[in-house]
């Protein structure tokens, strides 16, 4: 991967914990009763769920680019 790709991937990971921060207040108001740790484990937890998914859909995208996912013709035919 190229360094401006990684540089995208993470200032995207950085707006979405910032995003979800600031949604998690205006949707519960300046009184939540939710710690500073509690919203770090909500961000952390959104965020890693993010990247577990977008991990699995590499891993699809690269196994049938490269023929993983293509049938086998039968022995002897």
Partial sequence: MSRS???WIVAAFAALGVLLAVL???WMGP???VSGHGMF???IGAVL???VSMGLFLLVFHSARHG???IDPP???
């Fill in 49 to 51: 769920t993010l990247a």
């Fill in 68 to 70: 993983h996912d293509d």
């Fill in 41 to 43: 484990a909500f961000i």
């Fill in 5 to 7: 790709l990684i540089l």
């Fill in 31 to 33: 009184e939540m009763g």
């Fill in 75 to 77: 022995p002897g035919s």
């Fill in 24 to 26: 998690m207040r205006g």
